[in-house]
């Protein structure tokens, strides 16, 4: 790719001021001494300080050449014309520099100064003739005279430590002119350690590689990120100087990052590893219950492994898996290692293992390396469990097409029960989630349906039909097949996950929260014996049922991270796991925070259109783009959305119909909004979803439609639960016209979380305030909304414009003026509005006469004016 790029100087301000206090005369004191690793920014740091003096400093630099050389460092400035003697040397350097007024002289590397040349800056230093700032590396010996200056103060030390993750974030994302995906960001993270200089080749590396790309305006990383060549002299040269023992450890870990401390230290002497890591190469990690080696940068592995050949390499892991055979794996993360150690070695490997190793993967969201595991898998006579992993795999990564052709490569007459129910799940998944064919996996289920019998397996296909009636919007057949499988003591993993997952989002949708706590509950129990689609659609229905009911704290609580992530090929875990995140920011109003980690989800996904999990992510980023004010961002999702929907999952079609009653309301289309979420309610109660019908009255309530108000009312009652109990008090209030009531129930939205629909509830109590004359109750109302908006990041609604606007316009006339200021024109606003072009003069008409206007560019820039700044 071969970009190029400018790379920012971040500034150091406070180890910036420590350094310049010591060059500008303070008493005792006559510079620093920086010391920190390699290409942490020593030089940067102490460069920047000595700019600072009004007079420039000479800079030398220490280098293994010149270190026998006596005052090597500083030959060129003192003239080809020297004494032989080394004290005679010392006299004609010091006074040349008398001479020449040197008053700041700059060291780099000054551990590899010669003698002499130490001896000199130590007499200049007591003497005060000079101010000096010098940068050492860590782990090297310094001369002893240079020691000296800092135990005796004349220098001061400071410890240049490496960038925060925040400022190895924010010089990334600068040098890149662009946001750096999140996952990227933590994966450069740990590979650099925050070191500047590894953090500049790492990204230019990558760059180099074509593994840094730029989509949807988000830089990720697919891959390795490969060293820049800059980057592998450097490290080649100081890992050359390393004894022949801490070689080999080094060699072994670069073959089998992570390795166990335990596996290792069968193949090299503790004494080895300590010696490794003192020298700051190695680092012990202990938080998955075993003691790990990891490199303290991932590039030192790369760079060994960059030359080592095959043959050595092949040996290297054949040794590591010796070693292995003395502690067998005791979890899915080690069983995996070991597998990917093979692929590589001597030896032959066998399928059945491999097969194993790629469920592992799987499971840990590995999907890149769980398709090469079974790609050889199948190579070496998996048979069918190794080609519907294979699929599997590929139904992750989008390629439904390949997937289908693996499986639809197999005859289902010729498969026995046990086959049949692997490949028939695979099958499904593949046609209902990815292909977005619903009748065909229906067909698919009926044969499976028909088929299977056996007693262990038939719960599975049972839980496999409640999660494919809950996408066909059939929720009571749902939760009634949930509850069958879940009644029987029996029933393996996957059929409690799919009952749970079919049974838990409907109890969800139904508002039943009760039922939706004990689904949850059970689907607990299996979570880690079921992969990582299953268990992602199973927190997916708990933390909608804990948003929908308003119990924020415990949906934020079940909706971390699915994995840990280790490497670029678990970025769908990532995306998964911001799915859960922006559901419940969206639920609490954490606009701008769910936008970039949902525009980061479609970004990593941009090839895996259809997808199970890319439907939510797109509501929700429709919902958050709307509640901002980006309708032209919204429209186009919105236009997905309406597609996903058609292809299948009619689950989704109320709350996507939702959506597209906020984009009409974030359009200024405000009747046209409410008409949507009617409809979208009416979709919703037809099949039981009693909770989004709620959601949806209630967002036409907050548009200002006053007919729905008794039905929010009877719903919630239904419902029940923390959110709906303030939906109705906050409905009540406004069929009342009661503004101390709307605007308790907003402070009732704000305590419970919902921060949304708490700003909507204030801006419309300072309305029914102003209307009834209480001016300073509007005033503290209207405050309450302005503020819980911003709070929101900056929420732009049609309740807190009406709220922010002195204009005084009905609905209808507002209405109407946001069109004409987007541009419409009457005919146009005529046709959206479904009324004449005549009733739409006749509005303008009167708007010019409350307003003093005389032309509809007036009347737009007022309006657009307004919704650039609804706090005005």
């Known amino acids: 790719m071969g970009e190029s790029l400018s790379w920012p100087v971040l500034r150091r301000d406070k180890e910036l001021a420590a350094i310049q206090a010591t060059l500008h005369g303070r008493p005792g004191t006559c510079g620093t001494l920086l010391l920190g690793d390699a290409g942490v920014g020593k030089t940067t740091l102490a460069r920047m300080a000595a700019q600072s003096l009004r007079t420039g400093a000479v800079w030398v630099a220490g280098t293994e050449s010149a270190r026998e050389v006596p005052l090597g460092v500083f030959a060129h400035l003192l003239g080809s014309r020297m004494s032989a003697d080394p004290v005679a040397m010392l006299t004609d350097a010091i006074h040349t520099v008398r001479r020449e007024k040197l008053a700041v002289i700059g060291i780099d590397d000054v551990h590899l100064v010669d003698h002499l040349s130490a001896t000199l800056l130590h007499q200049l230093a007591v003497e005060g003739a000079v101010r000096i700032v010098a940068t050492a590396r860590n782990g090297e010996p310094i001369p002893d005279t240079i020691t000296a200056l800092w135990k005796d103060g004349y220098l001061a030390r400071l410890d240049v430590a490496p960038f925060t993750k925040e400022e190895a974030l924010e010089l990334i994302e600068t040098a890149l002119g662009g946001h750096l995906e999140q996952l990227s960001a933590d994966l450069m993270w740990e590979a650099s350690s925050g070191n500047a200089l590894f953090v500049r080749h790492l990204v230019e590396g990558a760059l180099e590689a074509g593994t840094l790309r730029r989509v949807n305006d988000v830089w990720q990383l697919r891959g390795e990120a490969g060293v820049a060549a800059k980057l592998a002299p450097l490290l080649s040269s100081r890992l050359d100087r390393l004894p022949d023992d801490e070689k080999r450890a080094l060699q072994l870990l670069a073959v089998s990052e992570p390795a166990a401390l335990a596996v290792i230290s069968e193949l090299v002497s503790s004494d080895t590893l300590e010696r490794a890591e003192r020298r700051g190469l190695i680092r012990i990690v ?96 998996g048979g069918l469990v190794a080609s519907e992993l294979l699929a599997r ?78 996408l066909d919007n059939r929720l009571e057949e749902a939760a009634a097949l949930a509850d069958q499988v879940l009644a029987d003591p029996t029933a393996p993993p996957m059929a409690v996950g799919w009952a749970v997952f079919g049974g838990g989002m409907a109890a969800a949708l139904k508002g039943s929260t009760a039922d939706a706590a004990r689904m949850a509950a059970r689907g607990h129990e299996v979570y880690d014996k079921i992969d990582a689609l299953l268990r992602f659609l199973l927190s997916l229905g708990e933390v ?165 108000l008794p039905r929010v009312v009877e719903v919630a009652s239904v419902i029940g639960g923390p959110l709906a109990a303030v ?140 919704d650039d700044d609804p706090s005005d």
Request: charged share 20%; glycine share 8%.
């Open 286 to 381: 202990a938080d998955t219950g075993t003691a790990d080696i990891h490199f303290t940068h991932s590039v030192i592995g790369e760079v060994i492994r960059r030359d080592l050949g095959q043959v050595a390499s092949r040996r290297l892991r054949t040794d590591v898996l010796t070693a292995m055979d003395l502690h067998p794996p005791q979890n899915p993360a080690q069983r995996l290692r070991r597998a990917e150690l093979s692929l590589h070695a001597d030896g032959k490997v066998d399928a059945e293992f491999l097969s194993r190793a790629a469920e592992d993967a799987i499971s840990l969201m590995n999907i890149t390396l769980a398709e090469r595991l079974a790609r050889v898998a199948v190579a070496q006579g």
């Open 393 to 470: 795999t590929l139904l992750w990564q989008g390629r439904a097409p390949e997937s289908e052709e693996i499986l639809a490569s197999f005859n289902p007459d010729a498969l026995n029960e046990f086959e049949l129910t692997r490949w028939g799940m695979a099958r499904i998944a593949n046609l209902q989630w990815s292909i977005g064919d619903s009748q065909a996996a229906a067909e698919i289920l009926k044969m499976l349906q028909q088929r299977i019998s056996r007693p262990r397996l038939r719960p599975v296909v049972d839980g496999l039909a409640a999660a494919l009636a809950v």
């Open 544 to 708: 909608r049922a804990l948003t929908l009911a308003g119990d924020f704290d415990a949906a934020q609580a079940c909706s971390g991270d699915i994995v840990r992530i280790t490497s670029p090929g678990q970025y769908r875990a990532r995306a998964m796991a911001n799915v859960l995140a922006g559901t419940v920011e969206l639920g609490r109003g954490q606009l701008d925070v769910a936008v970039g980690r949902l525009e980061e989800t479609l970004a990593a996904l941009s090839g895996e259109a259809a997808a199970s999990w890319n439907l939510p992510a797109r509501m929700l980023l429709v919902q958050c783009y709307c509640g901002l004010g980006d309708d032209a961002a919204a429209a186009p999702l919105v236009a997905e959305l309406r597609e996903l929907v058609s292809r299948g999952a009619t689950m989704f079609e109320p709350a996507v119909r939702i959506s597209e009653a906020w984009l009409a309301a974030a359009m200024g289309h405000l009747s046209g909004a409410i008409t949507a979420a009617i409809q979208a309610a009416d979709l919703a109660a037809a099949s039981g979803q009693r909770a989004i019908e709620l959601m949806a009255l209630h967002a036409a309530a907050r548009f200002g439609d006053k007919s729905c």
């Open 727 to 866: 939906d109705a008090e906050h409905a009540i209030g406004l069929m009342n016209g009661d503004g101390a009531a709307v605007f308790s129930a907003s402070q009732q939205f704000e305590r419970i979380g919902a921060l949304l629909s708490a700003a909507d509830a204030a801006a419309q109590a300072a309305a029914l305030f102003e209307a009834a004359g209480q001016r300073r109750n509007s005033l503290e109302a209207a405050a309450a909304a302005n503020r819980l908006g911003t709070v929101c990041g900056g929420l732009k609604t049609p309740a807190l414009a009406a709220a922010s606007q002195p204009l005084p316009l009905s609905p209808r006339e507002r209405e109407i003026a946001h069109l004409v200021a987007r541009g419409l024109s009457n005919r146009q606003i005529a046709e959206r509005l479904v009324v004449s072009t005549r009733t739409v003069e006749g509005h303008l008409y009167r708007m010019y006469l409350k307003l003093n206007l005389t032309h509809r560019d007036d009347l737009g820039k007022i309006i657009r004016r307004e």
